[in-house]
């Protein structure tokens, strides 16, 4: 492991792994039931299948939700009731997720750090409201060599019409495919991305030959009624009243988000479940 001045907005100093891989990418998660391994090639680009989410801030408890409701009937007493009769508090929470009085969600924040390919980026950023986000920049830092390979758990044929379609697992063949197509692709454009920058073009001019497949990061931050509404856009899942059908490498980021902010707010994420997985 080395340590380098990698430049960027605020001149950061990042610490880097084995094939320029930041110290985060290395430390990947379990995804689809399994621990991935990032693969480093011999030409030193790394595949991944997988995506990072780790919650690196939050101020986020129930009990936010309670003493802003709370404050409608109670004043500056709101404080004092959190404690009492805890029945209620669930009460209340079920019947704020229920009737949709949203705004007792919003006094909460909770900070991820993601990696992610940038297509997911695209996605994630569509995302408006009761969002901040902070992303790693192709014009002041040397983008790493690190793309997106789909794993054999990955869906990989679309059947049915734009709007009404199902994924349906891909052949052995299919996948080899895919693997093979994507990861000579990646070191084409990645070799020209070099080349560029060895012949003194600004990074972010030489970034217009990589695609959406390379991993970036950023820090996204939310409270709880935003990420609601992400996840009942970004997953699927039996519980939802109005189904989504988001791609499956975002969702694979918004499974994540969610166990992280289930165990923070057990209460409002079971209400939430509970009123079909619709954001009040
Ligand atoms: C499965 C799926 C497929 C998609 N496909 C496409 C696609 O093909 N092309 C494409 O461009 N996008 C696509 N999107 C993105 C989608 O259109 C939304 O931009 C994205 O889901 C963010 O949702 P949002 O606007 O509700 O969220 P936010 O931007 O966070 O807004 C939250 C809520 O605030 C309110 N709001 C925000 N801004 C306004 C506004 N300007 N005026 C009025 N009310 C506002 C709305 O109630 C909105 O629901 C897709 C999304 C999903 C989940």
């Given at each position: 492991m080395s340590e380098k001045?990698?430049?960027?907005?605020?001149?950061?100093?990042?610490?880097?792994?084995?094939?320029?891989?930041p110290v985060r990418w290395a430390r990947t998660?379990?995804?689809?039931?399994?621990?991935?391994?990032p693969v480093t090639t011999p030409e030193s680009l790394?595949?991944?299948?997988?995506?990072?989410?780790?919650?690196?801030?939050?101020?986020?408890?129930?009990a936010d939700v309670l003493f802003a409701a709370r404050v409608s009937t109670a004043g500056e007493q709101s404080l004092d009731e959190l404690k009492k009769d805890p029945e209620r508090s669930k009460g209340l929470i079920n019947y704020l997720m229920r009737d949709r009085h949203g705004s007792p969600f919003e006094h909460n924040s909770m900070t991820f750090f993601i990696s992610a390919p940038i297509f997911v980026f695209r996605e994630f950023m569509r995302h408006r409201v009761?969002?901040?986000?902070?992303?790693?920049?192709?014009?002041?830092?040397?983008?790493?060599?690190v793309f997106y390979v789909p794993d054999t758990a990955r869906k990989l044929v679309q059947q049915g019409?734009?709007?009404?379609?199902?994924?349906?697992?891909?052949?052995?063949?299919?996948h080899a495919t895919v693997s093979g197509t994507l990861e000579e692709s990646y070191?084409?454009?990645?070799?020209?991305?070099?080349?560029?920058?060895?012949?003194?073009?600004?990074?972010?001019?030489?970034?217009?030959?990589?695609?959406?497949?390379?991993?970036?990061?950023?820090?996204?931050?939310?409270?709880?009624r935003s990420l609601m509404h992400?996840?009942?856009?970004?997953t699927q899942h039996e519980l939802a009243k109005v189904p989504s059908f988001p791609q499956r490498e975002?969702?694979?980021?918004?499974?994540?988000?969610?166990?992280?902010?289930?165990?923070?707010?057990p209460l409002t994420y079971a209400a939430y479940n509970a009123n079909g997985r619709v954001a009040p």
């Amino acid at each position: 492991m080395s340590e380098k001045i990698v430049g960027g907005f605020f001149g950061v100093r990042s610490r880097t792994g084995p094939a320029g891989c930041p110290v985060r990418w290395a430390r990947t998660t379990e995804v689809m039931g399994r621990t991935p391994t990032p693969v480093t090639t011999p030409e030193s680009l790394t595949f991944r299948s997988d995506v990072t989410v780790e919650l690196v801030k939050s101020s986020a408890s129930d009990a936010d939700v309670l003493f802003a409701a709370r404050v409608s009937t109670a004043g500056e007493q709101s404080l004092d009731e959190l404690k009492k009769d805890p029945e209620r508090s669930k009460g209340l929470i079920n019947y704020l997720m229920r009737d949709r009085h949203g705004s007792p969600f919003e006094h909460n924040s909770m900070t991820f750090f993601i990696s992610a390919p940038i297509f997911v980026f695209r996605e994630f950023m569509r995302h408006r409201v009761g969002w901040s986000y902070n992303e790693e920049s192709g014009r002041y830092r040397e983008l790493q060599p690190v793309f997106y390979v789909p794993d054999t758990a990955r869906k990989l044929v679309q059947q049915g019409r734009p709007g009404k379609y199902v994924f349906v697992e891909g052949t052995p063949e299919q996948h080899a495919t895919v693997s093979g197509t994507l990861e000579e692709s990646y070191r084409q454009a990645y070799a020209s991305y070099q080349k560029l920058l060895d012949e003194g073009v600004a990074r972010e001019v030489a970034r217009a030959v990589l695609p959406v497949g390379l991993f970036s990061s950023m820090y996204a931050t939310c409270n709880a009624r935003s990420l609601m509404h992400f996840l009942g856009l970004r997953t699927q899942h039996e519980l939802a009243k109005v189904p989504s059908f988001p791609q499956r490498e975002i969702e694979m980021v918004g499974e994540k988000m969610e166990a992280e902010w289930a165990k923070l707010m057990p209460l409002t994420y079971a209400a939430y479940n509970a009123n079909g997985r619709v954001a009040p």
